[in-house]
């Protein structure tokens, strides 16, 4: 068991499909951490191929000259995820009361998923869905800075510092034997937190872990 009953905990005890019962069009994150995973994205994806956007909105930062054979779309709320113009197909589940998702095995080249890890109640039988929608050699993308609806994301999130948070995202793939060892990219502020206070941009942390399916 990677997290204690305690660690899986949230401040807001209540359903999630409440707090995302009504929708919220903005950005989780800000201009260059969006460009970052954009680039990302262009990087490491391949046009044409299956995407699945999990945990997923309004938005979600794929390449715009980039096309997909199919784009399928996750989330708790159905006016965000209606309203995402990359989206060919999505589904509302919450992960927390069922993990198991409606999606066949090895089924997808691509996984994402942008600023929501931490929401995760049970991140090993998520990351282990992950692996089985996932053809061999499919690369999962976990991305998260350091903002956060602190209410409900889970203790363990809380409790860490941004390098503990790494470490707990890398270790929810290791969960899993069928997982590459995860690839970290860890880009800290180099904005001072007083500049970040007064307006100034560019601030948000950008991390991500990436891995493949192996065989
Ligand atoms: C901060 S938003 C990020 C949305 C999107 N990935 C983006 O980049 O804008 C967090 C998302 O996680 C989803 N989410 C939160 N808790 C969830 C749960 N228990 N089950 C499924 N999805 C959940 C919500 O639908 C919400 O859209």
């Known amino acids: 068991m990677l997290l204690k009953p305690e660690q899986r905990q949230k401040l807001d005890q209540t359903d999630d499909k409440l707090f995302y019962s009504f ?14 995973l954009t680039d990302l994205y262009r990087q490491r994806l391949q046009p044409q191929t299956r995407i699945f956007d999990m945990m997923s909105s309004w938005v979600s930062h794929l390449p715009e000259e980039m096309e997909f054979a199919h784009v399928e779309g ?6 965000e995820l209606a309203r995402n113009p990359r989206l060919d197909h ?10 198991k998702l409606p999606l066949p ?10 600023v929501s890890v931490q929401y995760l109640q049970y991140p090993e039988a998520v990351f282990s869905e992950i692996h089985r929608i996932l053809k061999p050699g499919g690369v999962a993308i976990i991305s998260f800075s350091n903002r956060m609806f ?8 809380l409790d860490g510092s941004e390098a503990t948070r790494i470490a707990l995202v890398k270790s ?12 970290i990219i860890a880009r800290p502020t180099e904005v001072p937190n007083f500049l970040q206070w007064l307006g100034m941009e560019g601030g948000d942390p950008f991390y991500a872990a990436i891995a493949y399916r192996r065989q």
């Open 105 to 114: 095995d090895r089924d997808f080249d691509a996984v994402l998923n942008c």
């Open 74 to 79: 996750h989330g708790l709320n159905a006016e």
């Open 90 to 99: 999505y589904f509302i589940q919450d992960l927390n009361a069922n993990p």
């Open 150 to 157: 602190f209410q409900k994301a889970i203790q363990a999130w």
């Open 23 to 36: 929708p919220r069009f903005v950005t989780h994150v800000d201009k260059n951490f969006i460009q970052q």
């Open 172 to 183: 929810y793939f290791q969960s899993h034997p069928g997982f590459t060892t995860p690839e």
